[in-house]
């Protein structure tokens, strides 16, 4: 999927749809469940394992240290979860699982989903290229639908877009 093909670029979109946030859907509700499972199961095995009362040799900090685990599992998950691509006129805001990057569309040369990656990437200006984790393969149809929408983004607001602030002459 390349946006530059036809070098003429676009009107900016009106549409509030196209503006609409970018978030993946299966691995989203996979993640929250997890992280609720993770919560119970590490929870109730930091309450029932034997202590020295019981004959056993666990002690509090053991328990401790296991419901901090699931805590921190659970953790990781929620923020597996709240990935996201956020679109403004303006730039795109991207939180991968452990970065927060603002881009700006001039900035944004070409939109990828293909190959085996498995999210849209990005490539910039600097020839960095910036994996878009909120849309991922594994939402099929739907993903493929959310990159061609980025990629009508980046057409109509990225480098080749004709200014709204200059007329054709």
């Given amino acids: ?27 989203r509700t996979v993640a929250y469940a997890f992280a609720a499972a993770t919560l ?21 900090g053991d328990r401790v240290f296991f419901a901090a685990v699931g ?13 996201r691509a956020l679109p403004t006129r303006e730039s795109l805001t991207v939180r991968n699982l452990f970065t927060t990057r603002v881009i700006s569309w ?5 939109v990828r989903f293909g190959g085996g990656d498995p999210w849209v990437t990005i490539e910039l200006d600097d020839t960095d290229t910036i994996a878009v984790m909120a849309i991922q393969k594994a939402d099929a149809e739907v993903a493929r639908s959310e990159a061609s ?7 109509a607001l990225g480098p080749s877009a004709t200014s709204p602030d200059v007329t054709p002459g």
Avoid: K
């Fill in 1 to 27: 999927m390349t946006p530059r093909s036809g070098g003429t670029g676009s009107a900016p979109p009106d549409d509030v749809e196209a503006f609409a946030p970018f978030h993946p859907r299966r691995g």
């Fill in 40 to 60: 119970v199961v590490f929870g109730v095995i930091a309450v029932v394992l034997p202590g020295p009362e019981q004959g056993g040799t666990w002690r509090a």
């Fill in 71 to 83: 805590v921190a599992i659970a953790v990781l998950l929620w923020r597996f979860a709240s990935i």
């Fill in 106 to 110: 001039r900035s944004v040369v070409d």
């Fill in 149 to 155: 929408r980025l990629a009508a983004l980046v057409q």
